[in-house]
């Protein structure tokens, strides 16, 4: 297959309809076209991207001198990366939104608003998304005129009572207010339902609490500080990001990646993909009750991980992928114990699997539940696992294949009907899947160097990394400054493209039931939150 | 039916002793005395996430998993701050959950202890001290007894609680 070979089309279209292409490369972000729009086109170079079939995937702001923003935006189509970007003068930061054509760029062009304080005119809601109440009204954290630490000092700031959130009325119906603190171990952020009687009418998802300023704290730090900290954007996809950032770093500066260390990559990136899909799919069947599943899984979950610790040192694979390589190498003796972890993971599945599949008691409460139809799945461009169950075939391993999967056999499994059901069995299967290619991988790791030294670029240099985490298309921006430090990080983890899936599918279900689909979607809140 | 009953008969029970660590079994049986006793059986802890990764919360989670059964030792995770003695508090505590955890603290009743898990909560870790970031849970709420790690194992985990319960009875 060609890649851009219908590049050249799009342009035509974007002339048809006057939005001007002002000049475009393939060499200044590696492996990806970037093409300069004014910033008056944005919207309308959206409207013909929109008709044209593309998918949108980010959208990122970028501070390069004390008077201008770089804005830029990601479309794939056909596997392949586009990204257009706009100068937008901090005198007056005013463009169109992409909303209106693309529902995904909803709150990732709001967190833009947030944080630089640029505005999309006609942004169908401009309500605050990012900011709650730690910074003021009117002061943009990733302007470079903010200071890293804030001007509040130690102050507790106050909670963030007056967020304006949907009303839904009529006799009967009733509001539900959950979170930041949940009933469970997991991430805090808050859902506002409306029901009437046990039936969701409406919910309406409020995040940002576990914003961190990982984008503004990212900045002057070395590459192998930002890999650090990029593993600690969500720590249950950490080898994700830190590869997604490595891999901006590298195509940046040029750098090459041994072949061995590509391999390991990919086999850490596999691992961390199975461990969480064990241990959600034991917790979607506790969710409806099924302690069997749970036990089971999670014990799989536990014996995965630590194998992860004796052979990687840590047992969520923090810190394993560096820019240039991986930290460490595999002796003969640890390859066999990945073996036969991967030996054993099969033969327990053989078992598992049937019984999680054809259980009556797990059918009777999860198919039909928490539907996701391939049509909304398509108009919200829902990526990763929640996507392949509602009919979106798209895997970046396959269909972007970088390396090392470029000289494998990818298979991803795709369903249509879109219930809890079928994002567990996308679930099973990818186990499945992911357990042959890592033994592909081991059966073709290559020998000599696991890292190469690494060699910081120039300033100005910008890498774009673009990868397949457990949860689905990880993207990550990088752009370096002085001496080898970092100027710009920016991390988009699935969940953005995910967490408005999650607010459509639960329609119409009942109130209990709403564990079991948040579960079955799992989206991350601290790489949404950044 | 049949297929679950032989899988629950090969597999048995894996729940094991403490990580093999004799010290630590010593201190469970120890701490299920103490929990016995002070604590009329039942330590009852309230998970509050204040900005962490969610690596933390993975390796809390594992507490519960058949390996470890926190609950032989009495002790257990409750879904309100109104029934728990302690607070297990992970992340830096970002500036969006300063309040909520606040809140959270004044409802658990006294007596009481705070937890601080994970190098984050210990003095902001990664994070550290921001616009965004307080930089550890003392900065918002007293802290009792911190364990550190990023994020902790399960083993590391069990160990803290239990010198907690030892060292407060």
Same mark, same amino acid.
């Given at each position: %297959?060609?890649?851009?070979?219908?590049?050249?089309?799009?342009?035509?279209?974007?002339?048809?309809?006057?939005?001007?292409?002002?000049?475009?490369?393939?060499?200044?972000?590696?492996?990806?076209? @970037?093409?300069?729009?004014?910033?008056?086109?944005? #919207?309308?170079?959206?409207?013909?991207?929109?008709? =044209?079939?593309?998918?949108?995937?980010?959208?990122?702001?970028?501070?390069?001198?004390?008077?201008?923003?770089?804005?830029?935006? /990601?479309?794939?189509?056909?596997?392949?990366?586009?990204?257009?970007?706009?100068?937008?003068?901090?005198?007056?930061?005013?463009?169109?939104?992409?909303?209106?054509?693309?529902?995904?760029?909803?709150?990732?062009?709001?967190?833009?608003?947030? %944080?630089?304080?640029?505005?999309?005119?006609?942004?169908?809601?401009?309500?605050?998304?990012?900011?709650?109440?730690?910074?003021?009204?009117?002061?943009?954290?990733?302007?470079?005129?903010?200071?890293?630490? #804030?001007?509040?000092?130690?102050?507790?700031?106050?909670?963030?009572?007056?967020?304006?959130?949907?009303?839904?009325? #009529?006799?009967?119906?009733?509001?539900?207010?959950?979170?930041?603190?949940?009933?469970?171990?997991?991430?805090?952020?808050?859902?506002?339902?409306?029901?009437?009687?046990?039936?969701?009418?409406? @919910?309406?998802?409020?995040?940002?609490?576990?914003?961190?300023?990982?984008?503004?704290?990212?900045?002057?730090?070395?590459?192998?500080?930002?890999?650090?900290?990029?593993?600690?954007?969500?720590?249950?996809?950490?080898?994700?990001?830190?590869?997604?950032?490595? %891999?901006? %770093?590298?195509?940046?500066?040029?750098?090459?990646?041994?072949?061995?260390?590509?391999?390991?990559?990919?086999?850490?990136?596999?691992?961390?993909?199975?461990?969480?899909?064990?241990?959600?799919?034991?917790?979607? /069947?506790?969710?409806?009750?099924?302690?069997?599943?749970?036990?089971?899984?999670?014990?799989?979950?536990?014996?995965?991980?630590?194998?992860?610790?004796?052979?990687?040192?840590?047992?969520?694979?923090?810190?394993?992928?560096?820019?240039?390589?991986?930290?460490?190498?595999?002796?003969?003796?640890?390859?066999?114990?990945?073996?036969?972890?991967?030996?054993?993971?099969?033969?327990?599945?053989?078992?598992?699997?049937?019984?999680?599949?054809?259980?009556?008691?797990?059918?009777?409460?999860?198919?039909?539940?928490?539907?996701?139809?391939?049509?909304?799945?398509?108009?919200?461009?829902?990526?990763? =696992?929640?996507?392949?169950?509602?009919?979106?075939?798209?895997?970046?391993?396959?269909?972007?294949?970088?390396?090392?999967?470029?000289?494998?056999?990818?298979?991803?499994?795709?369903?249509?009907?879109?219930?809890?059901?079928?994002?567990?069995?996308?679930?099973?299967?990818?186990?499945?899947?992911?357990?042959?290619?890592?033994?592909?991988?081991?059966?073709?790791?290559?020998?000599?160097?696991?890292?190469?030294?690494?060699?910081?670029?120039?300033?100005?240099?910008?890498?774009?990394?673009?990868?397949? #985490?457990?949860?689905?298309?990880?993207?990550?921006?990088?752009?370096?400054?002085?001496?080898?430090?970092?100027?710009?990080?920016?991390?988009?983890?699935?969940?953005?493209?995910?967490?408005?899936?999650?607010?459509?599918?639960?329609?119409?279900?009942?109130?209990?039931?709403?564990?079991? /689909?948040?579960?079955?979607?799992?989206?991350?809140?601290?790489?949404?939150?950044? | 039916?049949?297929?679950?009953?032989?899988?629950?008969?090969?597999?048995?029970?894996?729940?094991?002793?403490?990580?093999?660590?004799?010290?630590?079994?010593?201190?469970?049986?120890?701490?299920?005395?103490?929990?016995?006793?002070?604590?009329?059986?039942?330590?009852?802890?309230?998970?509050?996430?204040?900005?962490?990764?969610?690596?933390?919360?993975?390796?809390?989670?594992?507490?519960?998993?058949?390996?470890?059964?926190?609950?032989?030792?009495?002790?257990?995770?409750?879904?309100?701050?109104?029934?728990?003695?302690?607070?297990?508090?992970?992340?830096?505590?970002?500036?969006?959950?300063?309040?909520?955890?606040?809140?959270?603290?004044?409802?658990?009743?006294?007596?009481?202890?705070?937890?601080?898990?994970?190098?984050?909560?210990?003095?902001?870790?990664?994070?550290?001290?921001?616009?965004?970031?307080?930089?550890?849970?003392?900065?918002?709420?007293?802290?009792?007894?911190?364990?550190?790690?990023?994020?902790?194992?399960?083993?590391?985990?069990?160990?803290?609680?239990?010198?907690?319960?030892?060292?407060?009875?």
């Amino acid at each position: %297959m060609i890649r851009f070979e219908w590049l050249s089309e799009l342009l035509a279209r974007c002339e048809d309809e006057h939005v001007l292409v002002r000049h475009g490369s393939a060499t200044q972000l590696a492996l990806v076209h @970037l093409l300069d729009i004014d910033h008056e086109d944005w #919207g309308s170079f959206a409207a013909v991207a929109h008709a =044209y079939g593309c998918r949108w995937s980010a959208v990122w702001a970028d501070q390069v001198d004390s008077g201008l923003f770089n804005l830029n935006a /990601c479309f794939e189509y056909r596997g392949d990366y586009l990204v257009v970007r706009a100068g937008v003068d901090l005198r007056q930061p005013v463009l169109p939104s992409q909303t209106p054509w693309f529902p995904a760029a909803n709150r990732p062009e709001r967190h833009v608003q947030d %944080m630089f304080g640029i505005v999309f005119s006609d942004h169908p809601d401009a309500r605050r998304w990012t900011r709650h109440q730690a910074w003021s009204e009117g002061h943009y954290p990733l302007r470079r005129d903010f200071p890293a630490e #804030g001007d509040r000092g130690g102050e507790i700031c106050a909670p963030d009572a007056d967020y304006p959130f949907f009303q839904v009325q #009529g006799t009967g119906v009733y509001e539900i207010p959950v979170g930041p603190v949940h009933a469970g171990i997991i991430e805090p952020g808050h859902f506002r339902f409306q029901a009437l009687g046990e039936t969701v009418l409406n @919910l309406e998802e409020r995040l940002g609490y576990v914003h961190k300023g990982i984008e503004k704290i990212a900045e002057g730090r070395d590459a192998a500080g930002l890999a650090r900290l990029a593993g600690r954007v969500c720590g249950d996809s950490s080898v994700a990001h830190a590869w997604a950032a490595c %891999m901006a %770093m590298e195509r940046a500066a040029r750098c090459s990646v041994p072949p061995r260390a590509l391999h390991l990559r990919a086999v850490l990136v596999e691992r961390e993909r199975i461990a969480n899909h064990l241990g959600d799919i034991g917790a979607v /069947c506790n969710d409806v009750g099924f302690a069997f599943a749970h036990y089971q899984f999670g014990r799989l979950r536990e014996t995965w991980q630590r194998v992860n610790g004796q052979v990687f040192g840590h047992r969520l694979l923090m810190d394993c992928v560096i820019p240039g390589g991986v930290s460490r190498d595999l002796d003969a003796a640890q390859l066999d114990a990945l073996k036969a972890s991967h030996a054993e993971l099969g033969g327990e599945l053989e078992e598992l699997s049937p019984i999680v599949d054809y259980h009556p008691s797990l059918e009777d409460r999860l198919l039909g539940t928490g539907v996701l139809t391939p049509e909304t799945a398509a108009l919200l461009g829902t990526v990763g =696992y929640v996507g392949k169950a509602s009919g979106r075939d798209y895997d970046l391993r396959r269909d972007h294949a970088y390396a090392p999967y470029h000289r494998l056999q990818v298979e991803s499994p795709v369903f249509r009907e879109g219930d809890v059901a079928a994002r567990l069995r996308v679930r099973t299967h990818e186990i499945g899947h992911s357990l042959a290619l890592i033994q592909q991988l081991l059966d073709t790791l290559p020998e000599g160097e696991t890292a190469l030294p690494w060699q910081p670029p120039a300033s100005g240099a910008e890498g774009l990394g673009l990868l397949e #985490g457990w949860r689905g298309e990880v993207l990550c921006y990088v752009r370096f400054g002085d001496a080898g430090k970092v100027a710009r990080f920016f991390p988009r983890d699935p969940s953005w493209l995910i967490w408005p899936a999650l607010e459509q599918l639960i329609h119409g279900n009942i109130v209990p039931d709403f564990p079991v /689909c948040n579960k079955s979607v799992n989206a991350s809140y601290s790489g949404h939150d950044l | 039916m049949l297929r679950i009953l032989n899988k629950i008969r090969k597999i048995g029970i894996v729940t094991e002793p403490v990580a093999a660590e004799p010290s630590l079994e010593a201190l469970g049986i120890e701490v299920k005395r103490r929990v016995g006793r002070r604590m009329r059986g039942s330590f009852a802890i309230r998970a509050v996430d204040a900005g962490s990764c969610n690596g933390c919360e993975l390796e809390v989670h594992a507490l519960n998993n058949p390996f470890y059964d926190v609950e032989r030792f009495g002790v257990h995770f409750v879904a309100s701050p109104r029934h728990a003695d302690a607070l297990l508090v992970t992340g830096p505590v970002s500036r969006h959950m300063a309040a909520a955890l606040q809140r959270t603290y004044a409802a658990t009743p006294a007596p009481k202890w705070v937890i601080a898990v994970g190098d984050c909560a210990v003095g902001g870790g990664e994070f550290g001290c921001s616009y965004a970031s307080l930089g550890g849970v003392d900065k918002v709420v007293p802290v009792d007894i911190v364990i550190p790690g990023c994020p902790p194992t399960p083993t590391a985990l069990l160990r803290g609680l239990l010198e907690l319960l030892k060292a407060d009875s």
